[in-house]
């Protein structure tokens, strides 16, 4: 039905017999599976846990990136670094992880998960608290404006952390997003 064009590119058109076309099909076929198997992937990098040496931006940052990979490496799995950096009083009335899950996957947050672009803006940063303005965009193109409020916890080691006090919805955002991180 269709004439194979003639090209010294095009191995189909050329005059190799039938078997070693085959092999050559199949060569090039485990050549395309085994790169994109096995090549290395840029995985998203993000703290998983707080330490003494994030910063309150580095804490705000780290959560939105693991909002905005929520499913890599796993389902809501970004909720639960989100849930490793929230302050103990946060964690206490959640008592479990499911439930902290279900509060996320809400109408006020669920517009955070896997979003496109977000955008960090310092407000103040205080002796112990902290609070960042984050513009984002969704996945369906919607622009909003979050409040993280975030407090310095200290543990028995002298180390201080910190971790988030709130997250709150502020307001939906009519201008566009001039996207710090994007895809």
């Known amino acids: 039905f ?5 090209s010294p590119y095009n191995v189909y058109a050329t005059k190799m017999p039938s078997k070693l076309k ?27 846990a707080p330490s003494a040496e994030l910063s309150p931006y580095d804490v705000v940052k780290n959560q939105l990136e693991a909002l905005r990979h929520n499913d890599y490496p796993q389902p809501d799995y970004g909720i639960g670094v989100l849930y490793r950096f929230m302050a103990r009083e946060h964690v206490l009335k959640a008592k479990v992880l499911d439930d902290f899950i279900a509060l996320w996957h809400n109408p006020v947050y669920v517009d955070m998960l896997n979003m496109v ?15 960042y303005i984050v513009f984002l965009e969704s996945q369906d193109a919607e622009k909003y404006m979050y409040i993280f ?3 310095k916890q200290h543990n028995q080691e002298d180390d201080s952390i910190w971790l988030n006090q709130d997250v709150r919805l502020y307001d939906k955002v009519a201008k566009p997003v001039d996207a710090e991180i994007t895809i």
């Open 117 to 131: 672009t977000y955008r960090i803006e310092e407000h103040f940063i205080q002796k112990d608290e902290a609070v």
């Open 2 to 6: 269709f004439a194979p064009i003639e």
């Open 22 to 48: 085959y092999l050559f099909s199949l060569v090039m076929l485990l050549a395309s599976v085994w790169l994109l198997w096995f090549l290395p992937r840029e995985e998203p990098y993000y703290a998983t």
């Open 149 to 151: 409020e975030l407090v």
